[in-house]
């Protein structure tokens, strides 16, 4: 607060002290009052306002000085008016009662908001765990089956646990901490894990996966880790050109591992390469091919997020795609 | 052939991984019953036991604790809950492995076998024989008689899995899967440039025409 401001704010109470104090010296003057002692007087008042006034301004000034330090100091703004310190006018004290009052309606509204995101995440996932057993009934009733009906059921089965896995880590995304354990991992058991979850896509698809110095450790979440490269896998199987194959490789870079997954597949247009990771994002060969949910690659960089992990993509239409994670240095990870 | 006993609250998997297991040549045992699973098992001594998380009444974890009491008979899990916690605490408990649902059967084949494997401490035979060949898994060769071959790990693979089916006919896509579970993602092309490379070499070593091609079938020994 700025004492122009204060003071423009203010402008009706000076104007009606200045009024007062110049009629009053008229009326004095009328009455014979000397101009000296009139001077005097006037003086004394100017004195006496100009005090007032600055002890107000500076009073004030430390006050919202105050109740900043204490809202800059809390973490949910939210709960700012449980803590303020009492006030000490009448008009403040009310104000700050106003306040207080919508301040509860929203905590409560927050806290009504928490626990049914709470409730609704957990049935996601105890819904979640409970499909799993069907499919796997389903998958070993398939083992009956000879030839091509059950691979081609096979596939269909693994399409239903992608889109499982999917809302699953969806659901796990909104509180992360709860799941997420970052620890040391061998870099070739993340990828053989995502290879083994999708591999009968990949072989449906006639894709051939190539892997290269993935003998490294890395700080990560395993099986996150792992659905970020199975949603990886996933699209350049789904995107897939003519001899598909993907390469998987892995370098050290100072501290940090590089892994990238480059496909051969139909690539992607460059002007929507900067879209690609935003939710609900189909593209035009999503939608030329259908079936794509646009949650894919929305997931990874949300979940990459979270473990650390640094996410690109580079594309060239008809040539392929590559996508290169970059997991963090030990040193640098805040979540160890 | 070791005895394996199903702990598995769902009867349609109960009952299907009881037959899979079957077909591959395990004995199988079912607890349909949970009141008193320490007890069953006792009384049927299997060599190896799969075992559910969310059993009726009480966790497998907590039954877990208490078959360690009484035996090290080696337990696998297998659960639909995958968070990272419970794994480790199944693990710590005495689990010998831990398997999500849904697994992928040839998966799930593998590490039954691994953990029989390691349990029984029974190394798996280095040689295969098949008429006059024979392929040493170590080395990396074929022999036939006097002559031998150096084999690339891809062509050792699929040799050795023809010669675990001496005589049937082995579908291109089983041979594929069969080399996928061995870390070796190949696809048909691949496959066949691997077929035509492994065929010369044991042409070179005197075997020409060992690997029959069935049209529209698969390969046969």
Same mark, same amino acid.
């Given at each position: 607060?700025?004492?122009?401001e204060f003071?423009?704010?203010r402008?009706d109470?000076l104007?009606i002290?200045?009024?007062?104090?110049g009629?009053?010296? &008229? &009326?004095?003057?009328?009455?014979g009052t000397?101009p000296g002692?009139?001077?005097i007087?006037l003086?004394? +008042?100017?004195?006496?306002?100009i005090?007032?006034? +600055?002890?107000?301004?500076?009073r004030q000034r430390?006050?919202?000085?105050e +109740?900043?330090a204490i809202?800059?100091?809390?973490?949910?703004?939210?709960?700012f008016? /449980?803590?303020?310190? @009492?006030a000490?006018?009448?008009y403040e004290?009310?104000?700050?009662?106003?306040?207080?009052?919508a301040?509860q309606?929203?905590t409560?509204?927050?806290?009504d908001?928490?626990?049914a995101?709470l409730?609704?995440r957990?049935?996601? /996932?105890?819904?979640?765990?409970?499909i #799993?057993t069907?499919?796997?009934?389903?998958?070993?009733?398939?083992?009956?089956l000879e030839?091509d009906?059950r691979?081609?059921?096979?596939?269909?089965l693994?399409?239903?646990?992608g889109?499982?896995?999917?809302?699953? &880590?969806y659901a796990?995304?909104?509180?992360p901490?709860?799941?997420?354990?970052?620890r040391p991992a061998?870099l070739?058991e993340i990828v053989?894990?995502?290879?083994?979850?999708?591999?009968t896509?990949?072989?449906?698809?006639?894709?051939?996966?190539?892997?290269?110095g993935?003998?490294?450790c890395?700080?990560?979440?395993?099986?996150?880790a792992?659905?970020i490269l199975?949603q990886? +896998?996933q699209?350049?199987?789904r995107?897939?050109?003519?001899?598909?194959?993907?390469?998987?490789?892995?370098?050290?870079l100072?501290?940090?591992?590089?892994?990238?997954?480059a496909?051969?597949?139909?690539?992607i @247009?460059a002007?929507?390469? @900067?879209?690609?990771f935003?939710?609900?994002?189909?593209?035009?060969?999503?939608?030329?091919?259908g079936?794509?949910?646009?949650?894919?690659?929305?997931?990874?960089? #949300?979940?990459?997020?979270?473990?650390?992990?640094?996410?690109?993509?580079?594309?060239?239409?008809? #040539?392929g795609?590559a996508?290169?994670l970059t997991?963090?240095?030990k040193?640098?990870l805040? #979540?160890l | 052939?070791?005895?394996?006993?199903i702990i598995?609250d769902d009867?349609a998997?109960?009952?299907?991984?009881?037959?899979?297991l079957?077909?591959?040549?395990y004995r199988t045992?079912a607890v349909?019953?949970?009141s008193? %699973?320490?007890g069953?098992?006792?009384?049927a001594?299997? =060599?190896?036991i799969l075992m559910?998380?969310?059993l009726?009444? !009480?966790?497998?974890?907590?039954?877990?604790?208490?078959? !360690?009491?009484?035996?090290?008979?080696?337990?696998i899990?297998?659960?639909?809950w995958?968070?990272?916690?419970?794994?480790?605490?199944?693990?710590?408990?005495?689990?010998? =492995?831990?398997?999500?649902?849904?697994y992928?059967?040839?998966?799930?084949?593998?590490?039954?076998r691994? %953990?029989? !494997?390691r349990?029984?401490?029974?190394a798996?035979s280095?040689?295969?024989?098949?008429?006059?060949?024979?392929?040493?898994?170590?080395r990396g060769?074929?022999?036939?008689g006097?002559k031998s071959?150096?084999?690339?790990?891809n062509?050792?693979k699929?040799?050795?899995?023809l010669?675990?089916?001496?005589?049937?006919?082995?579908p291109?896509?089983d041979?594929?899967d069969?080399?996928?579970?061995?870390?070796?993602?190949?696809?048909?092309?691949?496959?066949?440039?691997?077929i035509?490379?492994?065929?010369?070499?044991?042409e070179e070593?005197?075997?020409?025409g060992f690997?029959?091609? !069935?049209r529209?079938m698969?390969?046969?020994l």
């Amino acid at each position: 607060m700025r004492l122009g401001e204060f003071l423009s704010d203010r402008l009706d109470r000076l104007l009606i002290q200045g009024t007062c104090a110049g009629t009053a010296a &008229f &009326f004095l003057w009328a009455t014979g009052t000397q101009p000296g002692v009139l001077v005097i007087l006037l003086l004394s +008042l100017l004195l006496v306002f100009i005090a007032f006034h +600055l002890t107000d301004f500076f009073r004030q000034r430390a006050r919202l000085q105050e +109740l900043n330090a204490i809202l800059d100091g809390l973490d949910q703004k939210y709960l700012f008016a /449980e803590c303020l310190p @009492p006030a000490r006018k009448l008009y403040e004290r009310r104000f700050l009662g106003l306040t207080r009052r919508a301040g509860q309606a929203m905590t409560e509204a927050v806290s009504d908001a928490r626990a049914a995101q709470l409730e609704y995440r957990e049935y996601v /996932e105890r819904w979640v765990h409970e499909i #799993k057993t069907p499919i796997t009934a389903a998958r070993l009733i398939c083992g009956h089956l000879e030839g091509d009906i059950r691979r081609r059921l096979t596939y269909e089965l693994g399409q239903i646990e992608g889109h499982v896995e999917r809302a699953l &880590f969806y659901a796990r995304a909104a509180s992360p901490e709860r799941d997420c354990v970052i620890r040391p991992a061998q870099l070739g058991e993340i990828v053989s894990r995502a290879i083994g979850t999708h591999r009968t896509l990949l072989i449906q698809s006639g894709v051939r996966v190539e892997t290269e110095g993935l003998d490294l450790c890395v700080y990560t979440d395993e099986k996150w880790a792992a659905f970020i490269l199975g949603q990886l +896998l996933q699209n350049a199987a789904r995107y897939r050109g003519t001899e598909p194959a993907i390469t998987i490789s892995a370098r050290p870079l100072g501290n940090q591992v590089q892994l990238t997954v480059a496909d051969n597949g139909i690539g992607i @247009p460059a002007h929507e390469l @900067p879209r690609v990771f935003d939710r609900g994002f189909t593209g035009s060969n999503g939608r030329v091919r259908g079936g794509s949910t646009g949650m894919g690659l929305y997931l990874c960089r #949300k979940l990459a997020g979270f473990l650390e992990l640094g996410l690109t993509i580079s594309s060239e239409e008809g #040539k392929g795609s590559a996508v290169t994670l970059t997991f963090p240095a030990k040193e640098n990870l805040t #979540k160890l | 052939m070791p005895k394996i006993m199903i702990i598995e609250d769902d009867p349609a998997i109960r009952e299907e991984l009881g037959l899979l297991l079957e077909n591959e040549g395990y004995r199988t045992a079912a607890v349909a019953d949970f009141s008193d %699973v320490p007890g069953q098992i006792q009384g049927a001594a299997p =060599d190896l036991i799969l075992m559910d998380l969310g059993l009726p009444g !009480r966790d497998g974890m907590s039954l877990c604790v208490d078959i !360690r009491k009484a035996s090290r008979t080696p337990i696998i899990f297998v659960t639909s809950w995958d968070s990272a916690s419970d794994e480790l605490r199944a693990l710590s408990l005495g689990g010998d =492995d831990y398997i999500t649902k849904p697994y992928n059967i040839p998966v799930l084949l593998a590490r039954i076998r691994a %953990v029989l !494997r390691r349990v029984g401490g029974q190394a798996e035979s280095d040689t295969l024989e098949a008429g006059e060949l024979k392929l040493h898994l170590t080395r990396g060769t074929a022999s036939a008689g006097e002559k031998s071959v150096e084999l690339t790990r891809n062509e050792l693979k699929i040799l050795a899995y023809l010669m675990g089916n001496p005589g049937q006919i082995v579908p291109r896509a089983d041979l594929i899967d069969a080399l996928w579970d061995s870390q070796i993602y190949i696809d048909d092309n691949t496959l066949s440039v691997n077929i035509t490379r492994l065929r010369s070499k044991l042409e070179e070593i005197g075997l020409p025409g060992f690997i029959k091609t !069935r049209r529209g079938m698969g390969y046969q020994l």
